[in-house]
Nanobody, 118 residues
């Protein structure tokens, strides 16, 4: 049974930090590119950050470059998103995504709410 379980969301003041985690199970984690997406109310889901299966390469949305860092631990089947200098416009539900490198499967987590507000 494939599972992606996000955690670490919550309410934070502008300028604060949060670290999201996504624990994967039920598939070969090291064969999947991992990404974080987010969806704000009334907006389309957008890519925030991605990392290759080996962790050797990352990419970021322009809006989060220099503030967010994606990383992964293949021994723990977990991907992380460190979010610093948070802004109110970062408020959204954040989703973990797995994209198969070898097999064409795509998996999604259930999402975790991040709210940036004073």
């Amino acid at each position: 049974q494939v599972q992606l379980v996000e955690s670490g969301g919550g309410l934070v003041q502008p300028g604060g930090s949060l670290r999201l985690s996504c624990a994967a199970s039920g598939f070969t984690f090291s064969s999947y590119r991992m990404s974080w997406y987010r969806q704000a109310p009334g907006k389309e889901r957008e890519l925030v950050a991605g990392i290759t299966a080996t962790g050797g390469s990352t990419n970021y949305a322009d809006s989060v470059k220099g503030r967010f860092t994606i990383s992964r631990d293949n021994a723990k089947n977990t991907v992380y998103l460190q979010m610093n200098s948070l802004k109110p416009e970062d408020t959204a539900v954040y989703y973990c995504n797995a994209w198969g490198v070898i097999l064409p499967y795509v998996y999604w987590g259930q999402g975790t709410q991040v709210t940036v507000s004073s």
